[in-house]
């Protein structure tokens, strides 16, 4: 590759030519950060245990890059011909790796492999770009210049999509599209090669050709993602979906099976309008029939407003706090006509403030108190969801109750995941509760269960249980739960208790939760 003559003329060009590669680095920086997170969500979703997935793809990406990094050393001659068909492959490789996944999912339980393939794939071809790239530069500047300008726009690259993921790609194209503008990142970059530099091109009317065919290809791609991904996750779930939103948060699925409905977040049963309130009754009268003043609540999670609904049965609710971090599962609920058949309108109640926002955070930032506070929040299957399971957060909840108020959470499942369910009652007894827990059969969730509590020196835990069993629940409307019905939820068969001398509580520094839920056994469920 010959030196241009130094003249100001040269020197403009020479600029002019680093500078468009050096925005080829930027550009290609950007699609690398934005594909390895993109990747690793489609792991989380299709996979589940978002932390291992996460931590899985990424390090082979890492990986993958190392042995691209090291095979660009076999590369002498013809570098920007070889640079423009890595980014021709980038291209073809983003576009069509969450449909590929998706697809694959439908025929193939081991399709974890196909998506830790394509993330080798996809890394050993972004390693190869900026050997190249700083090779290529070698002819426009000094070996300091070149080697820490190459690098600097790489990671401004890494930082603008990084940035692009959380904000707009994911909450506004989900993952659906977002790999397929990624690979057109890698279109455009090429682009840029075959527009500026094709005198220093060996083949560049074979390139253009390639180039042509895969933008037709692409355009293609945006036109049958949503159906080829629509197909995936229909097999995924054994009813008609009838509405699926990627958020900035999770994903939201509801399926329908002749005249009931499902929620799934993440592929995780949320409620069913078969037996919803197996779970939703449960969940909230025991605490509400428990306490003598209702006059302010606060519900952490509970999106759907089904336990909202159970909650403004009682007349004498004056206000109801409802925190759900989601905006769109919210939105769903106060708009979306199936939700308001089902939720009765519950968020649209006058007496009901909906904020958008973290609970723990909420928990720790509010001054209010309540008369009772009503978690239902997912499972503890991450870090920050184990957070809210913690010592920590049940003390600040202890903190936001009125001097004869209680609480309520939702517990996984004693069934499944004994030890988990255990933690958390060990968790609220060292936060300063007196506890019960119970249990309920939910045909569409399995057995299922919750632990109540109020404070030690407000109630002891046998007078606990006894004014449990004594509920009526008769002036309260009910499709499931009576007085036999909570006295045969406070029971548990043998074995269960026996286990709770070796369970430790659960801190924000320990999350011992988390080694619990996913000893459950999880796979029967």
Not at 240 to 248: L, N, P
Not at 308 to 318: N, V
Not at 421 to 429: A, D, G
Not at 430 to 450: C, D, K, R
């Amino acid at each position: 590759m010959s030196t241009p003559a130094i003249d100001n003329s040269g020197k403009s060009k020479l600029r002019r030519l680093s500078f468009i590669l050096k925005i080829c680095v930027f550009a290609t920086g950007c699609a690398a950060m934005v594909t390895e997170y993109t990747l690793a969500t489609l792991a989380s979703y299709l996979l589940g245990d978002s932390i291992r997935q996460w931590t899985i793809v990424i390090s082979l990406m890492l990986f993958s890059m190392g042995l691209g990094s090291r095979y660009s050393r076999k590369f002498e001659a013809q570098l920007l011909d070889r640079f423009v068909l890595i980014e021709f492959g980038l291209s073809f490789l983003c576009t069509f790796s969450a449909m590929f996944c998706f697809w694959i999912s439908a025929y193939t339980m081991n399709f974890g492999l196909v998506i830790y393939a394509v993330a080798c794939m996809i890394g050993f071809l972004t390693g190869l770009e900026i050997p190249l790239i700083t090779r290529i530069n070698q002819s426009f500047e000094s070996l300091r210049e070149n080697i820490s300008s190459v690098m600097e726009f790489d990671y401004y690259g890494g930082l603008l999509g990084g940035a692009l993921f959380a904000f707009v790609l994911l909450p506004f194209l989900g993952l659906t599209y977002t790999p397929v503008l990624i690979g057109s990142f890698n279109l455009l970059v090429a682009s840029l090669i075959l527009w500026y530099f094709p005198d220093r091109l060996t083949r560049p009317r074979i390139l253009n050709a390639q180039f042509v065919a895969l933008f037709l290809v692409s355009v293609l791609a945006f036109a049958v993602a949503k159906p080829i991904i629509l197909y995936g996750e229909q097999h995924k779930y054994k009813d008609k979906i009838i509405y699926q939103e990627q958020t900035r948060y999770q994903k939201i699925v509801v399926t329908q099976w002749k005249d009931d409905y499902w929620l799934f977040i993440n592929g995780s049963t949320q409620f069913s309008t078969y037996d919803e309130e197996r779970y939703h009754e449960p969940l909230v009268h025991p605490l509400m029939g428990l306490i003598k003043e209702r006059k302010d609540i606060l519900l952490l999670g509970g999106g759907d407003g089904l336990a909202a609904r159970e909650i403004l049965k009682y007349p004498d609710i004056e206000n109801l706090t409802l925190v759900d971090l989601d905006p769109a599962m919210t939105r769903l609920a106060r708009q979306d006509k199936i939700f308001l058949g089902i939720n009765q309108g519950s968020l649209n109640d006058p007496r009901v403030r909906v904020v958008n926002q973290d609970a723990y955070q909420f928990i720790k930032n509010s001054g209010d108190l309540y008369d009772a506070v009503i978690i239902d929040l997912p499972d503890p299957k991450s870090v920050s969801l184990s957070l809210l399971y913690s010592l920590g957060f049940y003390k600040m909840v202890e903190k936001h109750l009125k001097p004869f108020g209680a609480m309520v959470t939702q517990s996984t499942s004693p069934l499944y995941s004994p030890e988990a369910f255990l933690c958390i009652k060990k968790t609220m007894e060292a936060a300063g509760f007196s506890t019960v827990p119970y249990q309920n059969s939910v045909p569409s969730m399995g057995q299922w269960g919750w632990v109540i509590g109020v404070r030690h020196e407000a109630m002891p835990a046998q007078r606990l249980k006894q004014e449990l069993l004594m509920l009526g629940f008769a002036d309260i409307e009910t499709r499931f739960l009576n007085r036999d019905a909570m006295i045969s939820m406070a029971h548990f068969g043998k074995g269960l208790f026996e286990k709770e001398a070796s369970i430790e509580p659960n801190t924000q520094f320990d999350h011992n939760i988390l080694k619990y839920y996913r000893q459950g056994n999880w796979d029967v469920y």
